[in-house]
């Protein structure tokens, strides 16, 4: 019994490990897109940061990715950049991609 226990925990410490990175991956992948639509939308200094940090804010608003994507593609057109919902989930889903990829490198 101790093995299967010792299996367990260790699936369950796994689990949970993962669902952290996926969380930080999430986030990092939130301050880039921030980023980079505050570059379209011809943000700079400062209001750069402030921006990334009000797309990191608007995930908590729903479960999903709905809401992030919701808030950056309607600043972005209320700012007059020619875009489409597409355009901004592919960089979402590019800038996942990336932000996992750091995480697994612990960059």
Not at 43 to 71: N, T, W
């Amino acid at each position: 019994m101790t093995t299967f226990n010792d299996r367990e925990r260790g699936f369950e410490n796994k689990f949970a490990l993962d669902q952290d990175q996926e969380f930080k991956a999430g986030a990092r992948r939130n301050r880039l897109l921030g980023e980079w639509a505050a570059g379209l939308m011809g943000l700079e200094g400062e209001r750069v940061g402030e921006y990334a940090k009000a797309v990191i804010k608007s995930d908590f608003e729903l479960p999903g990715d709905e809401d992030v994507l919701r808030k950056v593609f309607e600043d972005l057109k209320g700012s007059g950049v020619n875009t489409s919902e597409g355009e901004v989930r592919m960089k979402m889903d590019e800038l996942l991609a990336q932000a996992r990829e750091a995480i697994r490198a612990g960059t």
